[in-house]
């Protein structure tokens, strides 16, 4: 990516912005991922957040009952709900291939 500095201004962001649009146009996604992307989009972003506060209450719960290896078990899952949020909340954002969304959108 070109980050140039033209001491202006708004005009950094365009710098930015450019260089981004020009490198996107050069990285095409597969398929998959674009599928993927489609349909992760259509998830509400607190649904992984919930999720994980779901993960932390039943570990806590297994905890506190006796099932050590279970809770455990359960704990491990907030890490992955997290970062499928974070993930989801990128693919809302910016998407993965902003460059053919573009095209599609001139036809």
Do not use: C
């Given at each position: ?56 209450g ?28 974070v ?20 036809h």
């Amino acid at each position: 990516m070109n980050y140039t500095s033209t001491g202006q201004g708004g005009s950094e962001s365009t710098a930015f912005s450019n260089s981004f649009d020009s490198e996107a146009s050069q990285q095409s996604e597969g398929m998959v991922a674009r599928t993927i992307e489609e349909q992760t989009s259509k998830l509400p972003s607190d649904l992984f957040l919930w999720a994980a506060f779901g993960a932390i209450g039943a570990s806590a719960i297994l905890e506190f009952s006796g099932n050590y290896e279970k809770s455990r078990f359960v704990g491990q899952w907030v890490a992955p709900f997290l970062l499928l949020g974070v993930y989801n909340k990128i693919v809302k954002v910016a998407g993965s291939d902003r460059a053919s969304m573009g095209t599609q959108q001139i036809h």
